[in-house]
């Protein structure tokens, strides 16, 4: 059974930071996407901000043009553990924030949330204008 446990969020003002974590349990997978969904008040949909396809010696990343150069994904391959550094926070980033895994599909990451069937619980980030 896979678990992922999410840590971080939380309010800050514009511009400020937040760090979130992800740390997975029971994947068993030598290569895995891993990454953030992101869900706005009144939208059942999630939108893909970050994602890295996981790998021993290295991960590949993609960014939602909305948070390019803003945010960044990275990854600690031995404990299955991905972290979304936020800077320069806006308004429009308040959303609740899923971490999300599966299996990489042709060698690549989807971008869709319909196509990922590992959540987590999701955590509240609040950008205070």
């Known amino acids: 059974q896979v678990n992922l446990a999410e840590s971080g969020g939380g309010s800050v003002q514009t511009g400020g930071s937040l760090r979130l974590s992800c740390r997975a349990s029971?994947?068993?997978?030598?290569?895995?996407?891993m990454g953030w969904f992101r869900q706005f008040p009144g939208n059942e949909d999630r939108e893909a901000v970050a994602?890295?396809?996981?790998?021993?010696?290295?991960?590949?990343?993609s960014y939602a043009d909305s948070v390019k150069g803003r945010f960044t994904i990275s990854q600690d391959y031995a404990k299955d553990t991905v972290y979304l550094q936020m800077d320069s926070l806006k308004p429009e980033d308040t959303a609740m924030y899923f971490c999300?895994?599966?299996?990489?599909?042709?060698?690549?990451?989807?971008?869709?949330?319909?196509?990922?069937?590992?959540w987590g619980q999701g955590t509240q980030v609040t950008v205070d204008s």
């Open positions: 999300a895994a599966r299996k990489p599909y042709g060698g690549m990451c989807p971008e869709f949330s319909y196509e990922y069937n590992n």
């Open positions: 029971g994947l068993n997978m030598n290569a895995k996407c």
């Open positions: 994602m890295i396809y996981m790998y021993l010696g290295g991960g590949d990343t």
